[in-house]
T-cell receptor, first 114, second 115 residues
Framework: DAGVTQSPTHLIKTRGQQVTLRCSPKSGHDTVSWYQQALGQGPQFIFQYYEEEERQRGNFPDRFSGHQFPNYSSELNVNALLLGDSALYLC?????????????FGPGTRLLVL | GDSVTQMEGPVTLSEEAFLTINCTYTATGYPSLFWYVQYPGEGLQLLLKATKADDKGSNKGFEATYRKETTSFHLEKGSVQVSDSAVYFCALSGLFASGTYKYIFGTGTRLKVLA
């Protein structure tokens, strides 16, 4: 049973560019959450997708957007990249039928903005 | 709003020493509490959890007890190993009105165990 997978593992972009990160949830999970983890900090909640809709959003600007596909996989898009967007982006999946409280994290995508 | 406060690190211990990492929380309602571990260059792995007051979560020799009266969830291990060196995150689950959950994390505590 594959866990949560993310791609790519590393990414280098320049300011102003756009980036797309991808996540496949754990088998049987229907909810995907995205987090940003800056160096030396705890993960910060970006948003959560369920039934292909953004259900909740953290304190992140509209430059951060996402999508969930019918197979429950998800994408995180960031437009007009800033230096401060450099971070580890974590995807977590959970199951609403299982109560939804326990989230399982992927290995993350490390984004560097130059 | 909901929040999690962890003791600042780094914590440096000798192998076989006793470990305590403090975690306190502020939350409305009765959240579930979690400890996650992050090894260098990796994502977060669930270490243990507790879903209600007085529950004790345990895994791999680590344990933590959900203390409602002190709003704490301190992580302990009786004898640490070099392989336990990592960053440890305390987290609580916050319930949205929609019925889904998000996590609120502490800032993490780096543990370094010396041979």
């Amino acid at each position: 049973d594959a866990g949560v997978t993310q791609s790519p593992t590393h990414l280098i972009k320049t300011r102003g560019q756009q980036v797309t990160l991808r996540c496949s949830p754990k088998s049987g999970h229907d909810t995907v959450s995205w987090y940003q983890q800056a160096l030396g900090q705890g993960p910060q909640f970006i948003f959560q997708y369920y039934e292909e809709e953004e259900r909740q959003r953290g304190n992140f600007p509209d430059r951060f957007s996402g999508h969930q596909f019918p197979n429950y996989s998800s994408e995180l898009n960031v437009n007009a990249l800033l230096l401060g967007d450099s971070a580890l982006y974590l995807c977590a999946s959970s199951s609403t039928t299982g109560g939804g409280e326990t989230q399982y994290f992927g290995p993350g995508t490390r984004l560097l903005v130059l | 709003g909901d929040s999690v406060t962890q003791m600042e690190g780094p914590v440096t211990l000798s192998e076989e020493a006793f470990l305590t990492i403090n975690c306190t929380y502020t939350a409305t309602g009765y959240p579930s509490l979690f400890w996650y571990v992050q090894y260098p260059g990796e994502g977060l792995q669930l270490l243990l959890k507790a879903t209600k007051a007085d529950d004790k979560g345990s895994n791999k020799g680590f344990e933590a007890t959900y203390r409602k009266e002190t709003t704490s969830f301190h992580l302990e291990k009786g004898s640490v190993q070099v392989s336990d060196s990592a960053v440890y995150f305390c987290a609580l689950s916050g319930l949205f009105a929609s019925g889904t959950y998000k996590y609120i994390f502490g800032t993490g505590t780096r543990l370094k165990v010396l041979a």
